[in-house]
């Protein structure tokens, strides 16, 4: 559990309660949730947090056989490999997003980072000792208020 990331995902979406309805969401964060619908707001958030999802991505990867392997596995994975062979996660984090493939893949990135912070904020309510420090007294007051 990535506690920066945590943190910039709900800084950017608001809300704990829109965070954990991402997880049960058949869609996902195609669902439509603040902070994550437009591409200005993806995009956006990709290139102020590419370095902690990148961090996640490799650390979860390294049970699926590497980055590459991990992200074929997207909806338009080999789309995604190809950006990430071109450009390097630096790289397209400094590639102006009017290129349509670099807005897909930072889309998709921000996208996996809602996603990844939702399965872990929906464990919260049964293993509430499982809640960061830093978000306990945020989680708890807007979780009482319901």
Do not use: H
Not at 30 to 45: D, L, P, Q, R, V
Not at 46 to 53: A, P, R, S, V
């Amino acid at each position: 559990m990535n506690e920066k990331l945590i943190a910039a995902v709900y800084e950017q979406n608001g809300s704990w309660q829109s965070i954990k309805d991402v997880a049960s969401c058949y869609s996902g964060a195609a669902g439509g949730f603040s902070g994550f619908i437009y591409y200005t707001e993806t995009t956006e958030f990709y290139d102020k947090n590419w370095e902690l999802i990148r961090d996640v991505i490799k650390e979860q990867s390294l049970d699926l056989g590497g980055v590459s392997e991990m992200i074929s596995n997207f909806k338009n994975g080999q789309e995604l490999i190809d950006v990430l062979l071109e450009y390097g996660w630096r790289g397209i984090a400094e590639t102006g997003s009017d290129e349509w493939e670099v807005t897909q893949f930072k889309n998709t990135m921000a996208w996996y980072a809602l996603e990844e912070v939702a399965q872990w904020v929906q464990g919260w309510d049964d293993y509430p000792e499982d809640i960061p420090e830093d978000f306990v007294a945020s989680y708890q007051d807007e979780t009482e208020e319901e």
